[in-house]
RNA sequence: GCGCGGGUGGCGGAAUUGGUAGACGCGCCAGACUAAGGAUCUGGUGUCCAUUGCGGACGUGGGGGUUCGACUCCCCCCUCGCGCACCA
């Protein structure tokens, strides 16, 4: 089998460029330090989000992105800025120890040969990356700073009265004690109910339970002493701080969402003796408090449990311990619960009200316990509806509303002092009352916990900490052994011992004789809160980043440019890195605040998955299956009936067989997983990358599409076939097209297309830049000559999407200077004005009639033009003209009736 | 349920202060060149009517409104996607 004949030998060209880029070290940013830098130059900092370097190798996800920002940094170079566009590996992380415990290697082999495979992948797509810069989150000179953070964190509380974090040295300075200094640290050790998953050996952040129960591991609750950081105190920064940020909405949501900030009160309620805090949004409705219900693991429950109903409770309590949060949640929105046999007096009216658990109240957010008003809470009413408590009215609602369940704002009514009150001024009102009679306060909770930092595996950085074997206290290792590496170790399997696989390394962990190591490690998310940075000055040995690389490459208010990512990191990643970054900033390490200016999202590129879909005689779905690859159009029992073929849907003439085509996220299972690869043998990396940026808006999801390929590539073949022709013996010789005559058309057209073009980079809407660089390659194809200063200029133009093809086409029309390194052409404004210009003329607001006129004739000649027309007069005639709207340049709007 | 984002030809998508809806590409149809064309070039392609002339009617999820004029602004509804979800 011959091999099918290139349309033009990107085979040939691109690995040229990509190896003669690389011996010249074209893409090198040169930074504070070195000798070649130039400090006058703006800089323009523009960040991927690094890949986790998975043994799966590059999906065409990623080439998204990276081929996005390396259009724009490539565009902004071309325009006088010092570009730093560098790339990296977030390489600790569980899959890839997962994988090293399977196959039995060291992580750090199979990682290794990981990151090898993605940077050949990602320099076959020529980007203009400089790695020189390259970061490994697992390499021990990044280990040391990632530990050397950790410690900031460690070694800093949170002042409340100046809202930042503050060395903890001045604690020790007031003479509190270690106890008191330990509570106060933003990196503490805590015994919280965790999820704990028996077959991964570690615990999980909240955040990652779902992603591991999807790959099939179990993940149950308990209680266990970890490494937490004290996000929390930075909720309401994290929430101001976002506001001016050029984010998408729908991340910004995302975070506050997690975040969850909800105002309110605390109430103190007297349980027989005992004070139970509750925390609620609508102390306007304290009236209709009519019960209480605790959590089932509040701390008070078997305090204040009557005899009678002590077996009840317990049993509760035990159900509920076994079920698992998804039973508690998804499964079981039906309301269960116990009653105590206690009374609490509310505060506000002296009434005795039943104190009962249930596990529709969570110990993990407010206090663990409600006052609940059944009358003004979907919850609440439900409960007591279900177990026949007395609901009662203090809300009348807006209109003829029932109240019974009203939840909205209204008019406070049977509420004594607020009767008559707007729910906003009985809530203030009911504050003040709380406050003056010491029974509650203003309160302010969020959703959000504190991050959960430790994990029980092998491959994450150990942390920097020593516990004394005589006091249990626990201290900072010296500075100067950092980094601390995992040892070396045969066997680093979960063992199931919730202190981690550590724990085996016997002469590791021992010390000296005072001190013993700790054995948790860091989670993947350590070296991803700071990665940026260490871009910025990579290899320096003394701090985590120059001062001058810090100042130069970070700015004022945030530290990089232009991120851009997949959504999915819009609440994990992106705010554990922005609380990093506040805490250092806080420190006084860095001078901006937030560490991503402009943060633009990938929409994911979907693959196709085809089914088989039945359907009943009404149209019903009956059975709906995958076709797996390979598999015949039509299962055997029809396979003989007649079949017809509408588009790409496939139908089955009097019966209700369809096969449908639908697009589905890209996965194994689905057999529909493209690869950069095969893409790049087929039409070369020009043309993998025009596609990715031509297929819909970037941020949009959109379905990959073959045929759109091809298109591309067609594209490209026919800028190609402008300079290039083949001969007699299938050699491409330059065609004699480009030439030094003068062409006034193609000179308006190509810079309109500069014009186009920079707008669109400049928006990031590189669908619509490559379309108009289609138009003018178009207006090229059908001209006899086309000159050669402004097919040069084209070539720039096109530079940025297709690096290697206008390069190639570049040299061979006798340019010495490489394009990437040349200046963006300047638009000629006076090139774009037109003498004669197209009115289009409307009447009734419906086109009639298209006019050539000269561009700057009169408000009445035109009007007068327009009028006469013939068009126009076949529809304004036996009509009288009532009014017209004269746009100037644009167009003529004739009323008539 | 709450939050966010969408709905435009057969398909991906254009239309950035309200002013020619459907750019560009895919697909499809016809023609040219050819021994041949899955290469390349040219023309056509929203729907319906007329097509022996020009042309005409409808059309951006549905309904209403504002306006000389609405894919664009306002109100109501339908629908799809994503995220959160007993958060008091």
């Given amino acids: 089998?011959?091999?099918?004949?290139?349309?033009?030998?990107?085979?040939?060209?691109?690995?040229?460029?990509?190896?003669?880029?690389?011996?010249?070290?074209?893409?090198?940013?040169?930074?504070?330090?070195?000798?070649?830098?130039?400090?006058?130059?703006?800089?323009?900092?523009?960040?991927?989000?690094?890949?986790?370097?998975?043994?799966?190798?590059?999906?065409?996800?990623?080439?998204?992105?990276?081929?996005?920002?390396?259009?724009?940094?490539?565009?902004?170079?071309?325009?006088?800025?010092?570009?730093?566009?560098?790339?990296?590996?977030?390489?600790?992380?569980?899959?890839?120890?997962?994988?090293?415990?399977?196959?039995?290697?060291?992580?750090?082999?199979?990682?290794?040969?990981?990151?090898?495979?993605?940077?050949?992948?990602?320099?076959?797509?020529?980007?203009?990356?400089?790695?020189?810069?390259?970061?490994?989150?697992?390499?021990?000179?990044?280990?040391?700073?990632?530990?050397?953070?950790?410690?900031?964190?460690?070694?800093?509380?949170?002042?409340?009265?100046?809202?930042?974090?503050?060395?903890?040295?001045?604690?020790?300075?007031?003479?509190?004690?270690?106890?008191?200094?330990?509570?106060?640290?933003?990196?503490?050790?805590?015994?919280?109910?965790?999820?704990?998953?028996?077959?991964?050996?570690?615990?999980?952040?909240?955040?990652?339970?779902?992603?591991?129960?999807?790959?099939?591991?179990?993940?149950?609750?308990?209680?266990?002493?970890?490494?937490?950081?004290?996000?929390?105190?930075?909720?309401?920064?994290?929430?101001?701080?976002?506001?001016?940020?050029?984010?998408?909405?729908?991340?910004?949501?995302?975070?506050?969402?997690?975040?969850?900030?909800?105002?309110?009160?605390?109430?103190?309620?007297?349980?027989?003796?005992?004070?139970?805090?509750?925390?609620?949004?609508?102390?306007?409705?304290?009236?209709?408090?009519?019960?209480?219900?605790?959590?089932?693991?509040?701390?008070l429950v078997a305090e204040i449990t009557s005899s009678e109903q002590k077996a009840a409770v317990d049993s509760y309590i035990d159900a509920c311990a076994s079920k698992s949060d998804l039973e508690r949640g998804d499964l079981n929105k039906d309301k269960s619960g116990v009653f105590t046999g206690a009374m609490a007096i509310n505060p506000v009216n002296g009434e005795e009200i039943p104190v009962w658990i249930a596990d529709y109240v969570m110990m993990g957010y407010g206090t663990g316990a409600i006052m609940a008003v059944p009358g003004h809470d979907e919850r609440d009413f439900e409960f007591a509806q279900k177990f026949d408590l007395p609901i009662l009215q203090v809300v009348q609602p807006k209109g003829d509303a029932d109240w019974q369940g009203y939840t909205n704002p209204g008019t406070a009514v049977n509420s004594g002092f607020l009767d008559g009150l707007s729910t906003a001024k009985a809530?203030?009102?009911?504050?003040?009352?709380?406050?003056?009679?010491?029974?509650?306060?203003?309160?302010?909770?969020?959703?959000?916990?504190?991050?959960?930092?430790?994990?029980?595996?092998?491959?994450?950085?150990?942390?920097?900490?020593?516990?004394?074997?005589?006091?249990?206290?626990?201290?900072?290792?010296?500075?100067?052994?950092?980094?601390?590496?995992?040892?070396?170790?045969?066997?680093?399997?979960?063992?199931?011992?919730?202190?981690?696989?550590?724990?085996?390394?016997?002469?590791?962990?021992?010390?000296?004789?005072?001190?013993?190591?700790?054995?948790?490690?860091?989670?993947?998310?350590?070296?991803?809160?700071?990665?940026?940075?260490?871009?910025?000055?990579?290899?320096?040995?003394?701090?985590?980043?120059?001062?001058?690389?810090?100042?130069?490459?970070?700015?004022?208010?945030?530290?990089?440019?232009?991120?851009?990512?997949?959504?999915?990191?819009?609440?994990?990643?992106?705010?554990?890195?922005?609380?990093?970054?506040?805490?250092?900033?806080?420190?006084?390490?860095?001078?901006?605040?937030?560490?991503?200016?402009?943060?633009?999202?990938?929409?994911?590129?979907?693959?196709?998955?085809?089914?088989?879909?039945?359907?009943?005689?009404?149209?019903?779905?009956?059975?709906?299956?995958?076709?797996?690859?390979?598999?015949?159009?039509?299962?055997?029992?029809i396979e003989t009936a007649q079949v017809e073929q509408r588009g790409k849907d496939y139908y089955q003439k009097g019966t209700d067989l369809r096969l449908e085509e639908l697009n589905r996220k890209m996965s194994k299972g689905f057999g529909n997983v493209v690869n950069p690869d095969d893409v790049v043998d087929s039409y070369g990396a020009d043309s993998l990358r025009l596609y990715e940026m031509f297929m819909g808006p970037l941020e949009q999801v959109k379905p990959w599409q073959m045929k759109g390929v091809e298109g591309v590539h067609r594209f490209l073949a026919k800028v190609w076939r402008l300079a290039f022709t083949e001969n007699q013996e299938s050699q491409w010789e330059l065609s004699g097209k480009i030439s030094q005559e003068e062409n006034q058309e193609l000179a308006k057209i190509t810079h309109q297309t500069i014009k186009k073009v920079q707008e669109a980079i400049e928006s990031l809407r590189f669908n619509t830049a490559i379309s108009s660089m289609m138009e003018c390659t178009n207006a090229y194809t059908a001209a006899q000559n086309i000159p050669q200063d402004l097919f040069l200029i084209f070539l720039k133009l096109l530079n940025p999407f297709a690096p290697h093809l206008t390069e190639e086409i570049n040299s061979a029309l006798g340019e010495s200077e490489l394009l990437s390194e040349q200046s963006w052409p300047v638009l000629d404004e006076s090139l774009l004005v037109e003498s004669e210009i197209q009115i289009v003329v409307q009447v009734n607001g419906k086109l009639r009639a298209k006019l050539q006129v000269a561009a700057d004739i009169s408000k009445e000649d035109l009007e007068k033009v327009a009028l006469a027309d013939s068009n126009v007069t076949t529809h304004t005639d036996g009509k009288t003209v009532r009014k017209v709207i004269v746009i100037p340049g644009k167009l003529v709007n004739i009323v008539a009736n």
């Fill in 427 to 637: 809530k203030a009102e009911m504050i003040d009352w709380l406050e003056k009679h010491e029974k509650g306060s203003r309160q302010i909770n969020y959703k959000l916990r504190d991050w959960l930092f430790s994990r029980q595996r092998y491959w994450g950085e150990p942390f920097p900490l020593l516990w004394d074997k005589e006091t249990g206290a626990h201290a900072p290792v010296p500075d100067c052994e950092l980094p601390l590496l995992q040892p070396e170790m045969e066997d680093f399997k979960p063992t199931g011992d919730p202190r981690g696989p550590l724990v085996k390394a016997t002469d590791w962990i021992d010390y000296s004789e005072q001190y013993t190591r700790e054995t948790n490690t860091m989670p993947q998310w350590a070296g991803s809160c700071w990665y940026y940075m260490r871009y910025c000055d990579p290899q320096n040995a003394d701090r985590f980043i120059s001062k001058e690389a810090e100042q130069y490459w970070g700015g004022e208010d945030a530290f990089v440019d232009l991120y851009v990512g997949g959504t999915e990191h819009a609440v994990l990643h992106l705010l554990y890195a922005r609380f990093w970054h506040k805490v250092l900033h806080d420190l006084g390490h860095l001078d901006s605040k937030e560490p991503f200016k402009k943060l633009i999202n990938q929409g994911l590129i979907l693959g196709t998955a085809e089914y088989f879909l039945y359907k009943d005689s009404s149209g019903n779905i009956i059975q709906f299956t995958e076709r797996k690859s390979g598999e015949e159009y039509f299962p055997v029992k």
């Fill in 1 to 299: 089998m011959s091999e099918k004949r290139k349309p033009y030998p990107f085979d040939q060209f691109e690995p040229k460029w990509q190896s003669h880029w690389a011996a010249q070290q074209t893409y090198r940013t040169a930074g504070p330090g070195d000798t070649d830098f130039d400090a006058s130059k703006p800089k323009y900092f523009i960040l991927d989000m690094f890949p986790y370097p998975s043994g799966a190798g590059l999906h065409v996800g990623h080439p998204e992105g990276y081929t996005a920002t390396d259009i724009v940094g490539r565009y902004k170079r071309m325009n006088g800025f010092n570009v730093l566009h560098p790339m990296g590996w977030d390489a600790f992380g569980l899959p890839a120890e997962q994988y090293a415990i399977k196959t039995g290697q060291h992580p750090r082999i199979t990682t290794e040969a990981n990151i090898n495979n993605f940077r050949a992948q990602l320099q076959r797509l020529g980007f203009a990356y400089d790695w020189d810069r390259e970061v490994n989150t697992t390499d021990p000179g990044y280990v040391r700073w990632t530990q050397w953070i950790f410690l900031q964190l460690y070694n800093s509380y949170y002042c409340e009265s100046d809202q930042k974090a503050k060395p903890i040295s001045e604690l020790e300075e007031k003479g509190l004690s270690r106890e008191e200094i330990d509570a106060q640290r933003l990196a503490f050790i805590n015994e919280a109910p965790v999820n704990w998953s028996p077959d991964l050996g570690t615990v999980l952040a909240n955040e990652e339970v779902e992603e591991w129960k999807a790959k099939g591991h179990t993940v149950e609750r308990r209680p266990l002493r970890q490494w937490m950081l004290r996000i929390t105190k930075y909720a309401q920064r994290l929430i101001d701080e976002l506001e001016p940020l050029d984010w998408p909405e729908s991340i910004k949501a995302l975070q506050r969402n997690w975040i969850g900030r909800s105002e309110g009160a605390e109430v103190k309620f007297d349980v027989q003796g005992n004070e139970i805090t509750v925390f609620t949004t609508r102390p306007d409705t304290l009236f209709g408090a009519t019960y209480m219900v605790l959590a089932p693991e509040h701390p």
